[in-house]
């Protein structure tokens, strides 16, 4: 098995900007904005899915700033990444809005996650 700090696309964040906080069950939900990472990608929005008791995310949902030019450039790609995993969902242009990207993300979280009993509190 995997461990958390093995994530192999883990992003590396080295500053962030908390757009926003939520609480899912046992899990501390981070909306970050103003990304600036140590990989290879350019992030417009992550959220950080954190266990309670934890100190590393084990789920990630990211909005990812594309490389191609012309109308596909103002496009983000929606990416999750666990342990075992890191899959393009989809490409589109709403998900460089916050409001679009923490709608889509939450919901993603909350299905790989296994919280849809949970209720989805908003603490910021």
């Not at 990304?35 to 990812?64: K, M, N, T, W």
């Not at 030019?69 to 983000?76: D, H, I, L, R, V």
């Given at each position: ?104 993300g939450l919901k993603l979280g909350v299905q790989a996650l296994g919280l849809q009993r949970e209720q989805i509190l908003r603490l910021l």
């Amino acid at each position: 098995m995997i461990g958390e700090d093995q994530m192999q696309d883990r992003p590396m964040i080295k500053t962030a900007i908390p757009k926003r906080r939520y609480q899912i069950g046992d899990f501390g939900v981070s909306l970050l904005g103003e990304i600036e990472s140590g990989d290879a990608h350019s992030y417009r929005f992550i959220l950080a899915f954190v266990r309670d008791g934890q100190s590393q995310p084990s789920f990630y949902v990211c909005a990812e700033q594309g490389s191609s030019t012309g109308a596909e450039q103002e496009a983000f790609g929606l990416r999750v990444i666990n342990e075992v995993m890191s899959e393009l969902m989809e490409t589109s242009t709403k998900w460089g809005d916050l409001d679009s990207f923490a709608e889509q993300g939450l919901k993603l979280g909350v299905q790989a996650l296994g919280l849809q009993r949970e209720q989805i509190l908003r603490l910021l």
